[in-house]
């Protein structure tokens, strides 16, 4: 049992992060990719469904695609002389790139392909259709790990309307092929006897669609279904990856109420559904220092009795006493102001409770990560043997 | 032109700015003013009903506080309620498994989903029920898919109930007049370059109008003019000896929270000149202050609404 996230990056192949939008996945992903290649060294993947052109900046790779490309080790800072142990890659996910490879792979022929490509409702479905962004996602990753190149492979998921559609998309996608009504759909088009139960569907689809619609989509589905063998057995070995034993989840979240929220019930459902949750990453915590009892008693005396440390103060050549009061009110009351949200984390915190044996704060960085300097800053505050509280 | 005057508002931005409790508060806020209003959470995350502290929502509205109405989206409900409406269908008897073959085809065929999300907020919109539809709709990534679906499914389908159906709500989400798109964003990095992309992408991609875009969570300006230098002379030996003499050993952390909010200030406010240089200076910005408060729920939700009432100017 791991119990840093240093160790749980040695023992793994693939890290999924994942987390309600907004908490800082894609960076997580980059930071931890980043401190298993300088540290365990190997071949390390950090493979991004988010197009975040920030990342591409902060790896100094310039753009990222959907093939891998390596990050220069010049983009690392030198620390105590020491250069990256492995070699740091980075890819980011093209959903319309990757659907298209997919069909050309297991379409029967090539004509079958090009007429699945060409076709209008196709462009709609890769591109619009929702849930095909979660599906391709795990199917590039599975594409990625299974071609062995990589030794250590860290994907953040799709920002999704629920964080579990990801897991679940594989399993969807069998179905969808193996389904009862696919075949019933398809069925007018391959022979030109509708079946009688898909009959009352007809007669509504007709009339809410309009025949031509109709039959674009059952031409389309008819077309799609041709790759059902592939795709079902290759939806069924992705889904197998997901749960695999060297595979495992980590949980960003921030402290604020909705997302922490989001991510119990991640943790939760992730053990029930036997997926290996690995830690937990608690993003932008403010630092203990505000919840210090003396700092508050200070802030509150500073805000009340400015006036008066004010003229004190004077003797020291603080300047105007006017402007100094007003800074004195002002610098105790931020404190008080601040001491209320990092309270509020506190609790937040609390009832999450024990979620995992890992457990990483990450402090509330001033600045915005801009370089893989800055990414390695972060790598640092996961790493840690022992629980950080910022 | 008034927000609040409009029709059908959508509201999204990148997860995690607070959209929800911005549609919430416009919401609370146009009831207020004593608007019949419909708020609609699209994602039906269950994010609604905390911010609002109503129980959970349901497809069929209800009132949930004077002049609110909350609803959830629910793509099946609002399929049926298509049917019954427009196809006089013996309902109860067929509608099972013709629900469960549509939901089939929602899942695998492009716009159905959205259509039916979409088409139920302009249908409220059309029958007129409501001064105002709120919508909570997807976070950044979907709304563009959920905002061109009609117009997809317009330029896919030539005839039938469908195309009729299309082209009124159409009318609908093209009038600047009746609908609009807000985006909610915070003064950080990645908010704001998804609201600029978003903003071009809304204009480019789809008829929907946009109406404003709020920057929530502002952290206050802690020093005026002149002020930081005199902080920065509270930090030499002989002012904190002063000052730990006056208010105790804790004064160290108070100047060290007061450094952090100055930072995160000048960091925010470098984001915000971002916001305000890329994006359509006709599109109106609303600031919303950081809340420093204790509670999620309907207090802060009418926090919001008030700081909203000032922004509006009303």
């Known amino acids: ?390 | 032109m008034d927000l609040l005057d409009r029709k059908l508002l959508f509201i999204t931005g990148k997860g995690g700015v607070g959209k929800t409790t911005v549609a919430a508060s416009l919401a609370l806020l146009a009831a207020e003013r004593g608007k019949r209003t419909l708020v609609c959470e699209v994602d039906a995350k269950g994010d609604l009903p905390s911010v609002l502290e109503t129980g959970p929502t349901t497809f069929k509205e209800r009132e949930v506080q004077p002049g609110l109405f909350a609803m959830a989206m629910d793509t099946e409900e609002s399929l049926r309620e298509y049917l019954a409406l427009n196809l006089k269908l013996p309902l109860m008897t067929r509608l099972g498994p013709l629900a469960r073959m549509f939901e089939f085809v929602a899942t695998a065929a492009p716009g159905v989903r959205e259509i039916l999300t979409v088409g139920k907020l302009a249908y409220e919109v059309r029958r007129g029920h409501y001064d105002l539809v709120v919508a909570d709709a997807p976070a950044t990534g979907h709304v563009v898919g959920q905002l061109a679906a009609p117009q997809a499914i317009n330029e896919l389908v030539r005839v039938g109930l469908i195309r009729q159906q299309t082209s009124w709500m159409l009318d609908i989400l093209s009038d600047p007049v009746r609908t609009g798109l807000v985006i909610v964003a915070t003064p950080e990095e990645m908010p704001v370059h998804e609201t600029v992309e978003l903003a071009a992408r809304i204009k480019a991609e789809t008829i929907v109008d946009l109406a404003a875009i709020v920057v929530n969570r502002v952290l206050p300006e802690l020093f005026g003019r002149g002020e930081e230098a005199v902080f920065e002379t509270l930090d030499d030996p002989a002012s904190v000896a002063v000052l730990t003499d006056a208010a105790g050993p804790g004064v160290g952390p108070v100047l060290e929270a007061a450094r952090l909010a100055v930072t995160l200030r000048r960091t925010r406010a470098a984001h915000l000149d971002t916001l305000r240089r890329e994006v359509d200076p006709a599109v109106p910005l609303l600031y919303l202050p950081y809340l420093f408060a204790r509670s999620h729920g309907l207090r802060s939700t009418r926090q919001v609404a008030d700081a909203l009432a000032a922004e509006l100017g009303y």
């Not at chain 1, 100094?60 to 070699?87: H, K, L, M, T």
């Not at chain 1, 790759?227 to 069924?236: L, S």
């Open chain 1, 1 to 390: 049992m791991a119990s840093s996230l240093e160790q749980l990056l040695a023992a793994k192949e693939i890290v999924v992060s994942c987390g309600s939008g907004g908490v800082g996945k894609t960076t997580t992903a980059a930071a931890l990719a980043a401190m298993a290649a300088m540290r365990h060294g190997g071949k390390v993947l950090v493979l991004t469904v988010d197009p975040a052109r920030r990342l591409a900046d902060a790896l100094g790779v310039g753009a990222i695609g959907n093939e891998a490309v390596r990050v220069p080790s010049r983009s690392f800072p030198v620390v105590d002389g020491r250069r990256p142990r492995g070699e740091l890659w980075a890819a980011m996910l093209d959903t319309k790139a990757s659907w298209d490879d997919l069909v050309t792979r297991h379409a029967p022929d090539k004509r079958t392909a090009r007429r699945i490509l060409d076709n209008a409702l196709y462009e709609n479905i890769t591109g619009r259709f929702v849930q095909s962004h979660e599906y391709i996602a795990v199917e590039r990753l599975y594409d990625l790990h299974s071609d062995g190149r990589f030794d250590l492979i860290v994907v953040d998921t799709p920002p999704s309307r629920d964080a579990l559609d990801f897991l679940a998309a594989p399993e969807r996608m069998a179905d969808f092929f193996s389904s009862r009504f696919l075949r019933l759909l398809t069925a007018p088009y391959r022979s030109s006897v509708a079946g009688f139960a898909s009959k009352p569907f007809f007669t509504v689809a007709d009339r809410v669609l309009g025949s031509q619609f109709l039959h674009d989509i059952t031409e389309f589905f008819s077309l799609f279904q041709t790759m059902a063998p592939g795709f079902v057995e290759r939806a069924k070995a992705v889904g197998r990856l997901l749960r695999d034993n060297r595979t495992t989840y980590v949980v960003v979240s921030t402290l604020e109420a909705s997302p922490l929220h989001e991510a119990g019930f991640l943790v939760d459902s992730l053990r029930g559904k036997g997926f290996h949750l690995g830690a937990v990453v608690l993003n932008k915590v403010l630092p203990a220092y505000l919840l210090d009892e003396q700092a508050g008693t200070a802030a509150a005396t500073m805000a009340r009795d400015a006036e008066a440390i004010a003229g004190r103060l004077a003797a020291t050549g603080a300047g105007d006493a006017a402007q100094v009061t007003r800074v004195l009110t002002e610098v105790g009351e931020s404190f008080l102001r601040f001491q209320v949200v990092a309270q509020r984390e506190a609790e937040h915190r609390a009832e999450l409770g024990v979620a995992s044996d890992v457990v990483a704060a990450v402090p509330y960085f001033e600045t915005d990560i801009a370089d893989m300097a800055g990414l390695l800053r972060l790598g640092e505050q996961l790493w840690g043997p022992q629980e950080r509280t910022g």
